[in-house]
């Protein structure tokens, strides 16, 4: 099983919609939980962090955590076009500092 | 503010030389992490310095693979005997990590490293 796992995609909404962003992750005992996104040939962008359970909302976008489920989501709200890229999910692990990555999800906004 | 900022943005190398990525860091930030990122891949981690010091290098895939940051702000990645698989693009973050901090990692820009 992969630490933290994601749906590569891609996930296709139009524009106005919401789109949904899953990740789920093996270590039950991970603190930290960070979404990134990244543009095709541009580096990780950090957009949103979560560290306790529940909802987290920053503008157009809502982190959702459930410890219990070891689940974490990512809303987008009334989708731009330029919400296209890949969306990385990350997740500190229990007594480490780096962050391990999932493989990101493709999030294709059409207008 | 000035983010992270890595060099070369680019390198192409042949097989069997040497290079070195440098990365520096955003001011203030003691925490300083090098990952890799292959095609279609998420981050993959290898090392992270706190200070000058190297306190987790547990991602570096073999004895090849050398960083330093000796003074506690720019860091090199150092690279011997490139191997075609090295290819990738090598990322840069940095972390302000002081007690109660959450340890948000802002990246660079990369460089991306390709091997003939």
């Known amino acids: 099983q992969k630490e933290v796992e994601q749906n590569s995609g891609p996930l296709s909404v139009p524009e106005g919609a919401i789109a949904s962003l899953n990740c789920t992750y093996s270590d039950r005992g991970s603190q930290s939980f960070f979404w990134y996104r990244q543009y095709s040939g541009k580096s990780p962008e950090l957009i949103m962090s979560i560290y306790s359970n529940g909802d987290k909302e920053d503008g157009r976008f809502t982190a959702q955590l459930n410890k219990a489920s070891q689940y974490v989501s990512l809303l987008i709200r009334d989708s731009q076009p330029s919400d296209s890229a890949t969306y990385l999910c990350?997740?500190?692990?229990?007594?480490?500092?780096?962050?391990?990555f999932g493989t990101g999800t493709r999030l294709l906004v059409s207008p | 503010g000035a983010g992270v900022s890595q060099t070369p943005s680019n390198k192409v190398t042949e097989k069997g030389k040497y290079v070195e990525l440098r990365c520096d860091p955003i001011s203030g930030h003691t925490a300083l992490y090098w990952y890799r990122q292959s095609l279609g891949q998420g981050p993959e981690f290898l090392i992270y310095?706190?200070?000058?010091?190297?306190?987790?290098d547990s991602g570096l895939p073999n004895d090849r693979f050398f960083a330093v940051r000796p003074e506690g702000s720019v860091s090199t990645l150092k690279i011997q005997r490139t191997e075609r698989g090295d290819s990738a693009v090598y990322l840069c973050?940095?972390?302000?990590?002081?007690?109660?901090?959450?340890?948000?990692?802002?990246f660079g820009p990369g460089t991306r490293l390709t091997v003939l």
């Open positions: 990350a997740v500190r692990l229990t007594g480490f500092q780096k962050l391990v």
């Open positions: 973050a940095s972390s302000l990590l002081t007690s109660g901090s959450r340890n948000e990692q802002f």
């Open positions: 310095f706190q200070g000058t010091g190297a306190a987790d």
